[in-house]
């Protein structure tokens, strides 16, 4: 989405590129790399948030360095829990998303063993898709009618039974939902969760 020459399945790429006059929303901004590859092609301020204070005050370090316009705040996604957008008021062509890692806790009570391992893994982990469905369902208030979504979890994360499960999510809250394919991501193809999102009603390209 960020590159020009990217098929998406199901879509013209002119589609699915940046435009100068795009509006942006980076969710989780990290180091800031994603921001300032967003101003390089839109030539706009870059809105961005992130749960973690240290990856705002990182990617704030990133803006000042390279003398980029983003507004970053800390949240925990694109709307809080009333429904309330992180951005009152504006409306973005774009949504990018670095998700948390979808995960399905077993009924039975984990083992200390298995709890050590599982923090070990990472640390974003969104338990029954709870911060997923949060952002599903804010999605439409934000994103501009022809405007796109495209979010993606890390694949090593993910299990096919996972995948199908985001897909529920997403289609339950009435988004269109495109699997996107990136060149370097065919290696994941069987489980990387990596989706184009449009609002409910939006015809897609032929």
């Known amino acids: 989405a960020l590159y020009p020459g990217h098929e998406v399945q199901g879509s013209r790429d002119d589609d699915v590129k940046l435009q100068p006059d795009h509006s942006v929303l980076v969710a989780g901004s990290g180091c800031g790399l994603e921001p300032w590859l967003v101003s390089l092609i839109t ?43 992180a951005f009152p008021g504006i409306i973005f062509n774009r949504v990018f998303w670095n998700m948390p890692a979808y995960q399905i806790v077993r009924a039975r009570r984990p083992s200390v063993l298995e709890l050590i391992a599982f923090v070990r893994r990472q640390w974003d982990g969104d338990v029954h898709g709870a911060i997923l469905t949060r952002f599903a369902q804010g999605l439409s208030q934000v994103l501009a009618e022809d405007g796109l979504s495209l979010i993606w979890n890390q694949a090593c994360f993910v299990s096919r039974g996972r995948v199908d499960r ?39 390209a032929a």
């Open 43 to 85: 030539g706009q301020k870059v809105y961005a948030l992130d749960v973690s204070p240290f990856a705002v005050a990182n990617t704030r370090a990133t803006a000042k360095i390279l003398k980029i316009d983003v507004e970053v705040r800390v949240h925990d996604n694109i709307v809080d829990e009333h429904g309330t957008p």
């Open 166 to 204: 985001i897909e529920q999510i997403l289609s339950s809250e009435g988004l269109q939902v495109q699997p996107w394919y990136h060149p370097f991501a065919n290696i994941y193809a069987r489980t990387a969760a990596i989706y184009l999102l449009r609002r409910p009603g939006i015809a897609t």
